[in-house]
């Protein structure tokens, strides 16, 4: 009898997440670095990488951690609620830069002359604040793994469902890869 497939636990699907973001990053500055050599991109799949980071990255990963994940962990210490304080101040700079982007953005599909290098900035921007910021929470959930039950792990991962259907269910989710993928072949 075969083995049954052992479950991802709540942290390991944060992590494979932060996988999907960092590709996220990449196509982020390979557009940033492609704007400052003067390429031309279609305005277009700057938009989708737009709509991509809202998305996946905002609405979805960082739901999962703000609604299921940092909560179970925060009053495990002292290191943990100020580690997750400092987590969602990211978070929020994060979402910040990608407003100041797509603002950026609207004004050169607008006419905006000088639109090509504020648009290029802010990808670059959230490219290096997703490089140390998913460093930094990689090593925090390595730390916290070891300290979640599991019936807490259970509850998360329940949880992380609910944040699933609040970006549009598993279709949607799907789709937001197959944009990914779509952008990685630009």
Request: aromatic content about 8%; charged content about 35%.
């Amino acid at each position: 009898m075969a083995a049954a497939a052992k479950k991802e636990t709540s942290t390991e699907q944060l992590k494979r997440d932060h996988v999907t973001v960092r590709r996220i990053r990449d196509v982020a500055q390979r557009c940033s670095d492609r704007l400052y050599a003067g390429d031309k991109i279609p305005l277009e799949d700057i938009q989708v990488i737009s709509v991509v980071i809202e998305e996946f990255v905002d609405a979805f990963h960082h739901g999962k951690e703000e609604k299921a994940y940092f909560p179970a962990n925060e009053g495990k210490s002292d290191v943990h609620a100020e580690e997750i304080r400092m987590f969602k101040i990211e978070h929020e700079f994060g979402r910040r830069v990608a407003r100041m982007m797509q603002r950026n953005l609207q004004a050169w599909k607008d006419g905006a002359a000088d639109g090509r290098e504020p648009v290029a900035r802010f990808l670059r921007t959230y490219a290096i604040y997703v490089t140390d910021h998913t460093g930094k929470e990689d090593r925090f959930f390595d730390m916290s793994a070891e300290m979640l039950s599991g019936e807490e792990d259970d509850e998360i991962l329940r949880h992380y469902m609910a944040c699933k259907s609040d970006v549009g269910g598993e279709a949607r989710v799907q789709e937001l890869y197959r944009l990914l993928e779509y952008l990685e072949g630009r």
